[in-house]
């Protein structure tokens, strides 16, 4: 049974292959299949993982668990937030006020003085440095939330991408990211400049060369990625 056929039922109780119900039974929650074949579950029991046969990957019960990225799943206990192997066995003896999904080997946690730092597969801090908020990393770049409240592109070294902040940022997507200056919202590339001189009230990310964006005035648009109107 190949573990990408199964998915989660609408309410998301139970599993379906091909439209037949499996494993004869309904959980509290169940989360989608992630490689290599492991699910989260949750049932009167607690939380934990399942194989493609229903089984149950080990005895220890979580109060919640979520799906594996990089051979690593975020759990949550009685005493925080970790990750645990494929085996159920913890990576790191700490725990932190929050856990993220690993991404390209690396994985942004909440310390519980509140900041967010990122460890590796072994569950270490890479550099020093704190944030007020990070997200994952994609190609190589993570948006982060300095200290400062402003916010920066970094590289997986911790390392700025570009020498620019701004009030808010995205990732980049398709080479470009949304970001928020003192005027509105716009489009950068990966120097950090703009890609055009309008500024809105919202934007989203490029899809095949055209992004929809919502003027100052309130109106809906499609814009290409010279900011002209599509």
Request: aromatic share 14%.
């Amino acid at each position: 049974m190949h573990w990408q056929r199964i998915k989660s039922s609408l309410d998301n109780r139970s599993f379906v292959l091909d439209g037949q119900p499996l494993f004869g039974r309904e959980f509290i929650e169940v989360l989608n299949f992630h490689a290599p074949g492991i699910a989260a579950v949750r049932d009167a029991s607690g939380a934990y993982h399942i194989d493609t046969q229903g089984r149950a990957l080990y005895s220890e019960r979580f109060i919640r668990t979520f799906g594996f990225y990089c051979g690593r799943a975020a759990v949550v206990g009685g005493d925080g937030w970790r990750h645990i192997d494929t085996q159920g066995q913890e990576v790191y003896a700490h725990r932190f006020l929050w856990v993220g999904n690993f991404q390209e080997e690396l994985c942004a946690v909440r310390l519980f003085t509140g900041r967010y730092v990122y460890i590796n597969l072994v569950g270490e801090r890479v550099w020093s440095e704190e944030y007020l908020y990070c997200g994952d990393f994609k190609d190589g770049i993570a948006s982060v939330q300095l200290l400062s409240g402003l916010y920066r592109h970094i590289l997986s070294d911790g390392e700025p991408l570009h020498e620019y902040s701004y009030l808010e940022l995205g990732i980049y997507h398709k080479c470009y990211a949304t970001a928020r200056d003192a005027r509105g919202w716009c489009h950068i590339d990966k120097r950090g400049l703009p890609l055009y001189d309008e500024r809105y009230l919202s934007v989203e990310p490029f899809y095949n060369g055209i992004a929809r964006v919502r003027d100052l005035s309130g109106n809906l648009c499609l814009i290409d990625e010279r900011g002209q109107r599509a």
